[in-house]
């Protein structure tokens, strides 16, 4: 028996834990594990919103059973159709034959497509409800949000709004559920992480879908992962809303790639600058060492990024390149920018890098630094010019930091 957890009158959480999964969508670390968060409402009618990843359907059937008893489902809502959520669809439309589908056009598109499930479609659009008797739900479209066919789905009366992957974090939820059950300086960083690698991309959509839900009601947000919020619904909105416009804090973060240590000597002399001038918060990422994942977390939090790179092959060093390539793809705007590198015999590292940046129309703080080997007084004192001068602008930019 479990125990079942409530967050409203007839609403009940039935998240489970995945502590096994390496890598979420076979790319992004789940060092700390993720949570796939369902939800269900029993009221006249029941309704379940999204599945959960297919491996945990057992635990989760029976958290269902042990809610509902022998009931049947009569709604199946589909906010996001990605299978870490809507892996348990064939086994819900087995134990409940008449259950209603319910999704907008692209939903079923996809249900198709990853499924072959033709039947009980229900389909709504934008602004449709569903009374399922004391409780009514209505659809909120909100594409992008990660997939074309992602929606929100809002419980008028208790003032829930079921996101989906919006508002999801990585890590499991260890016992506690709700944001003030937990420490959540441990969630804010994984639910960057999240944004940053999975949500990012589609920042405009996210600004569209704030829009939409300005005005309405909340005492809950429901995510498909890690921690349901009801403490800071207002803090996590606008959490939401400097994310997706790019808003940073004062810091610097220095991600280099190097083959014999050249390129790491310059990181560690401009940050070292970067520190006698008041930066704070710095953070050297070698980009071989450090997964990609939490380094455009970084980037999304600070405002400063210094790229160094060794050439390699009459290029960018490889994993310094994969960098400057998701950075590329998520549009990433508004961020300061140097580079820096060594050369050995040609100058590939420095020039693909500063090639690269003007694709991103970010600000460059100064010349680049670039060393033949160790670095030596010219290079050392154009280091000392490029950290003055990242630390000159977010000073400007920071006054009061
Ligand atoms: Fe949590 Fe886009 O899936």
Known sequence: MYNSIQLADDIFWLGVNDRKTHLFENLWPLDNGVSYNSYIIVDEKIALIDTVEKSKIDEYLNRIHDII???????????????????????????????????????????????NINTNHF??????????????????????????????????????????????????????????????????????????NIVAKYSKMVIKALDKLKGIKLKYIASTHGPVWRSQIDWVLKLYQDWATYKAEKGVV?????????????????????SVRGIRDIKIYDASRKHLSYILSEIWHYRGILIGSSAYNGGIFPPVENITRKLEDI?????????????????????????????????????????????????????IELADAMADRLNEMYPDK
Not at 99 to 107: C, Q, R
Not at 171 to 184: H, Q
Not at 333 to 356: E, H, I, P, Y
């Open 69 to 115: 008893g022998e009931r049947k489902i009569d709604y199946l809502i589909i906010n996001h159709m990605e299978p870490d959520h809507s892996g348990g669809i064939s086994e819900i439309l087995k134990e409940n034959p008449d259950i209603k589908i319910v999704g907008n056009k692209m939903t079923f598109v996809l249900l198709r497509g990853l499924y």
């Open 123 to 196: 389909l709504i659009t934008d602004g449709d409800t569903i009374n399922l008797g004391k409780h009514q739900l209505k659809f909120i479209i909100t594409p992008w949000l990660h997939w074309p066919e992602t929606m929100m789905t809002y419980e008028e009366t208790e003032e829930v709004l079921f996101t989906g992957d919006a508002f999801g974090s990585f890590g499991t939820l260890n016992g506690g559920v709700f944001d003030d059950e937990l420490n959540m300086d441990f969630y804010i960083d994984e639910m960057r992480r999240y944004y940053s």
């Open 254 to 274: 220095i991600v280099y790639g190097s083959m014999y240590g050249n390129t790491e000597q310059m990181a560690d002399i401009i940050a070292r600058r970067l």
């Open 331 to 383: 549009e990433i705007k508004d961020r300061l920018l140097g580079t820096f590198g060594s050369s050995g015999w040609n100058k590939a590292g420095v020039k693909g890098l500063n090639k690269w940046a003007q694709s991103m129309d970010w600000e460059l703080v100064a010349n680049s630094p670039e060393t033949r080997g160790a670095p030596e007084k010219n290079s050392i004192a154009m280091c």
